[in-house]
T-cell receptor
Framework: GAGVSQTPSNKVTEKGKYVELRCDPI?????LYWYRQSLGQGPEFLIYFQGTGAADDSGLPNDRFFAVRPEGSVSTLKIQRTERGDSAVYLC??????????????FGEGSRLTVL | GENVEQHPSTLSVQEGDSAVIKCTYS??????FPWYKQELGKGPQLIIDIRSNVGEKKDQRIAVTLNKTAKHFSLHITETQPEDSAVYFC?????????FGTGTSLTVIP
């Protein structure tokens, strides 16, 4: 289908390792968001891209987290020196923003990260 | 920043009954209020939304009401069916940002 695609769907890693999570948004969507969802909680904002630039990265918890979107399409969320507390589902969403649009977010199915 | 509170956290209803989920928000700049349904292992999906210039919106069995003065909005599901069972999230958006509630786990008992 033409929805938001996230890979991997599941990632198990050891404490201290480096992890990359990929998001392929809906074609033509200029806005891309990363959220983190812990069990029983709502999505927690991490970072928002408009095109290639990070328009708002105020949700990144610390400098171990970084995200890029070099060509304004695919985005990668990078987590260095992973900690057990980083375990969560990382959700990506994209949106077609512009005059007259609703700003609806289309979510991927998420990448479940488990840090042992 | 915006703070969205959602109640109840869990809700069980008999099939055919109505379900109501309520949210409050804090930022008067919020002007867009979507509701998302999340099934197990899936990402959230938009089910209905409302903008701040409208007080109520309905789509078949689902309706949303908004009280800007009181800064609260509600989701109403009528004639509930077992397939309505899921986690529902409200959100408030003051612009490019979306702030989510903590979710309501709805169970519809056949």
């Amino acid at each position: 289908g033409a929805g938001v695609s996230q890979t991997p769907s599941n990632k198990v890693t050891e404490k201290g390792k480096y992890v990359e999570l990929r998001c392929d948004p809906i074609s033509g969507h200029t806005a891309l968001y990363w959220y983190r969802q812990s069990l029983g909680q709502g999505p927690e904002f991490l970072i928002y891209f408009q095109g290639t630039g990070a328009a708002d990265d105020s949700g990144l918890p610390n400098d171990r987290f970084f995200a890029v979107r070099p060509e304004g399409s695919v985005s990668t969320l990078k987590i260095q020196r992973t900690e057990r507390g980083d375990s969560a589902v990382y959700l990506c969403a994209s949106s077609l923003r512009g005059r007259g649009n609703t700003g609806e977010l289309f979510f991927g199915e998420g990448s479940r990260l488990t840090v042992l | 920043g915006e703070n969205v509170e959602q109640h109840p956290s869990t809700l069980s209803v008999q099939e055919g009954d109505s379900a109501v989920i309520k949210c409050t928000y804090s930022d008067s700049a919020s002007n867009y209020f979507p509701w998302y349904k999340q099934e197990l292992g899936k990402g959230p999906q938009l089910i209905i939304d409302i903008r701040s210039n409208v007080g109520e919106k309905k789509d078949q069995r689902i309706a949303v009401t908004l009280n800007k003065t009181a800064k609260h909005f509600s989701l109403h599901i009528t004639e509930t069916q077992p397939e309505d069972s899921a986690v529902y999230f409200c959100a408030a958006s003051p612009g490019n940002q979306f702030y989510f509630g903590t979710g309501t786990s709805l169970t519809v008992i056949p």
